[in-house]
């Protein structure tokens, strides 16, 4: 999803003058910016792309939820040790492993003949996003000194910014043009690309230095993987029957061995001692709320517009304009402004203009007026996530000593795509039971002749737009709880 506020490595990297010459820099921030594009637009492409990429491949909507789910789980389990294994074995070698791990997956997803097989190459995917990711901002870190170092990392954010804004309309200009079957080249392209961020790297990397004595909490990261499967595995099943109940008990026993593992490590992935601050807890719990109601909506916006109203994939990408833009517009001046008067009101307006957002689609939806109801809604949307992000950022970072700043940015971060991965996986049953029970007699997210069809996908994005108003109106209720954050 939408997630604008960069992953940060665990420690604050240091400058390191033999880390690269001088002139090399550039190119070291090139390989850095094209890693993270592609990261950013795969993870933004594929909420265009699932339904053709259910038409190919024969996807139910389960399977649709874990092509999702599946890249969400290694990267919200694994990120929060991709910054420690860059200081263990080499920054570079780690970052390189990423990108290696990540554009061998993106091959695999490109020729999949499956659902399961898709779903197990983005797995995979999600593995390299984590290690690639956060390594890409400890990059330009480690080789730009300080007095540079500002300009190089804005060049790295507006880079990012353009491809979180482009991916979505690249993606729909390429299917409404090339046609259903051109989603597997929107994963192919990810070869040359990530050939040409690992020929930069490997040419123009002088020294890649590592640190025996730093530790990488493998533990932590098995376990929470194993928790997170278990309760999004239980969570999309509960409409199947099945063993779902008995997934769910076991991923929550499995957390609670994480944070057992957590309570006792030397260096935990996630030290649970920041959480005995209440801001820092709140800000955390408003960016799951937050982002919960984000992630679903923009996981089943395309598929109800495209297969229920019959939008071209170009047109549903729009849908997606307006939070980058409004967010590359007004992020900083918001940033600013809760510098000056704390982040708790900007955390709580912004969150309620999200919620008249989204209940303005529940609204309206049944309208099907995509762009007289449905995108000026989407405005508000942005307009609301634009003065959130950067106060967010500001109540994390003032909740703790500016020595664990980097591993409370990380964690921040993790849950924001632990958020993703859980919401999709909750509401699955839930728009199910929405669409059947308004007449549907096909299947959400299909394209259908049934009667009643369209009428039923409509209804089930409705009720799914309530429930992302009413977590939107919980997180302005957390925002309350920042309050004793006034400035960083």
Known sequence: MTDQRAPQTTAAPVFHAGFCAERSRPYILAAAVLATSIGLIDGHVVAIALPAMRDSLGADL???QWIHNAYMLTLSAVILVGGAMGDRFG??????LGIILFVVASIFCAIAPSPWFMIIARAVQGIGAAIMVPGSLALIARAYPRDSRGRAIGIWAAASALTTAAGPIIGGLALTIGGPEMWRWIFAINLPLGGVALYLLWQHLAEDPKRDEANVDISGALTAT????????????????????????????????????????????????????????????LSF???????????????????????????????????????????????KLADR???????????????????????????????????????LVGLGMAAVAAPLSTAVMAAVHE??????????????????????????????????????????????????????????FSGLAWIATTLALISAALGWLTRSVTKP
């Open 403 to 460: 020595t664990q700043s980097g591993i409370a940015s990380g964690i921040n971060n993790a849950v924001t795509r632990m958020a993703s991965l859980i919401s999709v996986a909750a509401v699955g049953g839930i728009i199910a039971a929405l669409y059947a029970g308004a007449g549907g007699t096909a299947s959400f997210g299909v394209a259908s002749d049934t009667a009643g069809h369209t009428a039923a996908m409509t209804a089930a």
């Open 91 to 96: 920054l570079g070698r780690v970052f390189g």
């Open 341 to 379: 008067i704390g982040p708790a009101p900007l955390l709580m307006g912004g969150s309620l203009v999200v919620a008249m957002g989204y209940a303005t689609m529940a609204l309206l939806a049944p309208a099907q007026n995509f762009w007289g109801h449905i995108l000026p809604a989407m405005c």
């Open 226 to 285: 194993l928790a997170l499967l278990a309760i999004a595995w239980g969570l999309t099943s509960l409409d199947h029957g099945g063993n779902a109940t008995l997934w769910l008990a076991g991923g929550a026993m499995m957390l609670l061995v994480f944070i057992w593992t957590q309570s006792r490590s030397t260096h935990p992935m996630m030290p649970l001692t920041l959480f005995a601050s209440r801001p820092f807890s709140a800000a955390n719990a």
């Open 62 to 64: 389960m399977q649709a």
């Open 289 to 335: 709320t937050l982002y919960s109601a984000l992630s679903i909506m923009f996981f089943f916006m395309p598929m109800t517009f495209i297969t229920g109203w019959g939008l071209s994939e170009i047109e549903a990408s729009a849908a997606f304009a307006p939070m980058s833009i409004f967010i590359s517009l007004l992020s900083a001046r918001a940033g």
